[in-house]
């Protein structure tokens, strides 16, 4: 027991001695930054601060990660130096895109897999003889079944989406007319612990490890796993968008799991596995667009009202419970057909503000709140710009 407790905290330790997590930091406020950056230019004011594309997601991702460490340690699952570095070189250049799309594992662990392939076969000339045979002798039958609990952990995630988690932006028509969208978005880190080729961890069982890359004692290692997804919505409710990604990452997870058990018995099909998650990953992502298309834009000027393509957090649309796709249609019983018609109407009381609010199925109801000096001249509703 002392041992494996010596070792857990070497793994913390060699957790700062990794690039993923001060990438992940630099990446949250890259993309924090430019985003705000779009959100000023386009509403006068940023939406959401640095680093929400990461809220909500800590308790959930801990918790998965620390439950996948354990089946990957009980099962003995064994990893090097090089393997954790190549993930990182490509965690890295892939995120270079300003997509968190690319960061899913479908893509992360595939292209590692490959990769690895590819230096087994011709690596021997290009690295240093111990890195070649510490890529060479690793077993990645493993891979695919990671591949499917990181996919399970992506669409638990997209699941949760809520309404406040999502970005609402402006785009053009092909006619060039003002347009909502809201893209979904967040990036997060799976803590992993895996087993390292030396240490101090004695095998405990025959059976233990099953599989491994030589060497009579284990340490850890953890392994702060960088996941992400971002995904463009326009004509689709950002929160049932988000669920329909996600029931389709999970069927995806499920095929991998099975083509990974069929790899047990044709190791081949392990190679097939994290392909067709790569592929699988890439039509999920193009059929929701094309998904999405084809319905109608929830988020179009017209119509009666005036369209609410966002709220600000902690304003008074919060209060009113105001959400995207809703129409505000009546401001302290004065009818709106346009933002400077609703900002006039909220001025000429600035101590109570009384709202009539259509929904996306047409229903009226009714919202009132209370206001006080200094609040957003808006109410903190982000509208479609004419």
Not at 259 to 269: D, K, M, Q, R
Not at 301 to 316: F, Q
């Amino acid at each position: 027991m002392l041992e494996w407790i010596i070792e857990v905290g070497l793994a913390i330790i060699r957790m700062f001695a990794q690039p993923f997590l001060y990438w992940f930091l630099i990446l949250l406020w890259w993309s924090s930054y430019f985003r705000m950056k779009k959100e000023r230019a386009t509403f006068g004011t940023k939406v959401f601060s640095y680093f929400h594309e990461a809220k909500g997601t800590w308790a959930f991702s801990i918790i998965s990660g620390l439950l996948l460490s354990i089946l990957v340690v009980g099962l003995g699952l064994t990893v090097t130096i090089p393997v954790v570095y190549l993930l990182a070189i490509i965690m890295i250049v892939l995120s270079l895109f300003k997509r968190f799309f690319f960061l899913s594992a479908s893509y992360t662990l595939g292209i590692l897999t490959i990769m690895v392939y590819l230096l087994d076969v011709f690596g021997e000339a290009i690295l240093p003889v111990s890195w070649w045979k510490d890529l060479s002798n690793i077993d990645f039958m493993y891979i695919p079944y990671l591949i499917a609990a990181l996919l399970i952990i992506e669409s638990i995630l997209l699941y949760r989406t809520k309404t406040m988690d999502t970005y609402p932006e402006v785009t053009k028509s092909k006619r060039g007319k003002n347009l909502g969208r809201h893209r979904i978005k967040k990036a997060t880190i799976v803590p992993l612990f895996c087993l390292l080729p030396s240490g101090a961890i004695e095998p405990f069982a025959d059976w233990w490890p099953v599989l491994n890359v030589g060497g009579e004692s284990y340490g850890l290692m953890l392994i702060p796993f960088i996941i992400g997804f971002e995904h463009a919505v326009s004509n689709i409710l950002p929160v049932k968008g988000a669920r329909w990604i996600a029931r389709n990452v999970m069927l995806l997870a499920g095929v991998i799991v099975l083509l990974a058990i069929a790899g047990y018995f044709y190791p081949v099909i392990s190679l097939i596995a994290v392909i067709v998650s790569m592929i699988g990953r890439f039509i999920i992502q193009y059929g929701f667009r094309l998904h999405d298309q084809e319905q109608d834009s929830v988020f179009q000027l017209g119509g009666e009202g005036v369209m609410v393509l966002g709220v600000l957090p902690r304003t008074v649309a919060v209060t009113l419970g105001l959400k995207p796709s809703e129409r505000i249609v009546k401001v302290n019983g004065e009818k709106v057909e346009t933002e400077n018609q609703f900002y006039h109407a909220v001025q000429a009381n600035r101590a109570f503000c009384k709202l009539s609010i259509k929904d996306t199925n047409g229903e009226v109801r009714f919202a009132q709140a209370a206001l006080y000096e200094g609040e957003h001249h808006e109410l903190g509703a982000l509208f479609v710009k004419e």
